[in-house]
């Protein structure tokens, strides 16, 4: 049984996709036979984050993996990493813990590494960190070439690792029929400008106007810019087709995905977002940007539905395309549905994983 110390996300209740993956894989590594350390290093609010909260949670962190190395001596480390303070804090686990003779892994899982990158010699460290992994865990093509540019020395380190959900049933695996009248866009994220979400507000009233039938909008999540999100969609034409909702649970939100049409996505970054699979698995369309590894996702049919996220008139068109011809809706949703059984199980990770780590 082999010693590993998983830094990851695990909260109570699941707060996105990197706590999603965390929480999915501790449990199948446990059943594939590791012994498990984990420490939790979720962000505890993505609304303010003062920096000595930060550093006070860096610093507990510190004495936790300290304490591992000491008491429960790892022989390997996966490192679930963001970008900015994440990515330096991680990429430094994985230079002490390799030092130590501790396999690394180091998993990148945000694309807001590429806004860190215009921070001045930011570019060096993330070469510092990716030279001293064993092993860097990517989640599609895009990011294996974005990251092996750093260390071109054995780019056979670079391991492409297509993210995963759980396993599903045969019987989830089926087209679900809408049994309102009026067809449901969903929108999932954090509000934040990075996601895009105020985007909304110059997209469904242009959509309003070429949408051949009305049409509804659930919004669901948090985030800073919550406040001016529900004020902007009160004081639209079509405000009581327009719902804001907090967070809910996955599985409420994968119930709620399956009665709905098209997943609305407008994120400006991201290294491959769950959401996308879980509509996917939903078997309901996509209309997203095309950005990080999404497009590597997408059947090659419905690519067209992707646009850059500057692009609301593109997305404007794509849902206006999908409202308006129920057949090419169909369509869309039998080809995501028919992808979705390509999503890996995390049992099918572990065991992927534990080969790899064998052959370091």
Known sequence: MQRMLFIGSFPEASKGGTSTASL?????????????????STLLNVRSNPMLTRIRRGWDRFLQVRRAMAEFKPEVALLFCSHGLSFIEKGIWTAVLNRRG??????????????????????????????????IWCQGQYWKDFYVRFDRSDPSRF????????????????????????????VSGWFTREKGVLDLIDILPKLDSLSKRPFRVAIYGRG?????????????????RCTVHDWIGRAELNRRMRQADILLFLSYYEGMPNTILEAMRAGIAIVSTNVGAIPEYIPEENLAYLSPPADHAAKVQALAELLNDPVKLNRARALNLEAARNIPDPDAVARSLKLKIESI
């Open 102 to 135: 501790v396999k690394t892994i180091l998993a990148p899982r945000s694309g807001l590494i590429l806004k860190s990158m215009r921070i001045p010699g930011f570019g060096l460290w993330v070469r510092f960190a990716v030279r001293r992994a064993d092993l």
């Open 159 to 186: 391991i492409i690792q297509p993210n995963w959900l759980e396993h599903a049933k045969e019987s989830e695996l089926k087209l679900e029929t809408n049994s309102a009248d009026i067809p449901l866009i969903i």
């Open 224 to 240: 800073p810019a919550e406040g001016e999100l529900k004020q902007r969609i009160g004081k639209l034409r079509f405000s009581d």
């Open 24 to 40: 999915l894989l501790r449990d199948a590594l446990i059943r594939e036979g590791f012994e498990l350390r984990c420490i939790d």
